[in-house]
């Protein structure tokens, strides 16, 4: 019996000490889970820093807004030397980096060679010089975002269609008078914003984009919204303010899910019944204008909670007739 008894108390001890020691290996995971996951957090700033470990660089920040915000506020001259006009070599050593920032530089060309980071997947190169987007693009596969807002560019390649990965293309505040058909091509794509260029046509490869869930082409030069648009059946925003479109096609009433249009200074003089369908819409901005009356079919829009129509040509009678068919919505005359 005491043998049975001392086996047991042997028994317990052995599955203790067990325990004991899985408890500790699983708190050296997490704790190495822990320090590589702040690790991979970190945003370095300095290239210089960044070189002195490159295979432990996952975020690299060389954006300059910091430096023109404190020239706004301390009595500090600009010097040239303090922007990049060319990406230096050595970022191509930073072999594990996922995610870059260059904005509010002076680069004038388009960094291809940042193709060579193949796990490269978000790319920033705000507020510089830009012209073209070459062919080189194509080279960055990885790529899930994309920012070349604020540059100066007129041209696009078609090798922007190689970018499979790529859910967000941001092109606003450009010059840019056409966009490439080969846009088509990317399927992952759920937000497009080509607001502020020169465009009077977009390729209808458009509708191709079967998840894309805004699109932003607000402040350009179209006269008609491409047919492509209407097929985006997961589409919730879109933007066309700042056009020149005169007629909306009966066809946005395919836009099941659209929860909002702005339509701001354009040329409109009717709005087809069939924007009653947009049973989600939530905002509509018809403002300067040139709208005598606005369709039955908009009291259909039973999720509609602001109505932006002021600067249009409506009577009072019609601002009338809208406040009843909208009873819940906040209208703005």
């Known amino acids: 019996m005491g043998f049975c008894t001392k086996c047991s108390q042997k028994l317990a001890f052995n599955t203790y000490r067990l325990m004991k020691i899985k408890l500790i290996l699983l ?4 704790l190495t889970n822990s320090c590589s996951n702040a690790q991979k957090n970190k945003t370095f700033t300095s290239l210089k820093e960044a070189l002195q470990n490159p295979k432990n660089v996952y975020h690299l920040s060389l954006n300059k807004k910091d430096i023109l915000k404190r020239a706004n506020t301390v009595a500090s001259p600009i010097r040239e030397d303090m922007f990049m006009d060319k990406l230096p070599e050595s970022i191509l050593k930073l ?3 996922e995610k870059l920032d260059l904005g509010y530089n002076k680069l004038f060309i388009f960094p291809g060679e940042l193709g060579n ?8 190169i705000f507020s510089n010089q830009l012209t073209t987007i070459p062919d080189a693009v194509g080279n960055l596969k990885r790529l899930t975002f994309l920012d070349l807002r604020l540059n100066q560019i007129r041209q696009m390649s078609s090798a922007i269609g190689q970018l499979s990965n790529l859910t967000r293309l941001s092109l606003s505040f450009n010059k840019l008078t056409s966009i490439p058909s080969s846009v088509g091509q990317l399927q992952q794509l759920d937000s497009l ?5 020169q465009l009077k046509t977009i390729p209808k490869s458009i509708g191709d984009l079967s998840e894309l869930k805004g699109v932003w082409l607000n402040s350009n030069k179209l006269t008609t919204i491409p047919d492509g648009v209407f097929k985006l059946k997961k589409l919730k925003v879109l933007g066309l303010s700042h056009n020149k479109i005169k007629k909306l096609s009966n066809s ?11 339509l701001k200074n ?3 003089t009717t709005l087809p019944e069939s924007i009653g369908n947009l049973k989600h819409l939530k905002y509509l901005d018809l403002r300067n204008n040139s709208l005598t009356k606005l369709p039955k079919s908009v009291g259909d829009l039973k999720n509609l909670r602001e109505l932006l129509i002021s600067d249009n040509q409506l009577s009072q009678a019609e601002k009338q007739k809208i406040q009843e068919l909208l009873p819940k919505c906040k209208i703005r005359f």
Do not use: M
């Not at 708190?27 to 997490?30: A, E, V």
């Not at 980071?117 to 920033?124: F, V």
């Open 193 to 197: 914003e080509l607001g502020y260029n």
């Open 252 to 262: 946005v009433g395919d836009l099941k899910g659209l929860e909002r249009l702005g």
């Open 95 to 97: 072999t594990n980096l």
């Open 266 to 268: 354009n040329q409109l």
């Open 27 to 30: 708190l050296l995971i997490l």
């Open 117 to 124: 980071l193949s796990k490269l997947n978000s790319l920033s």
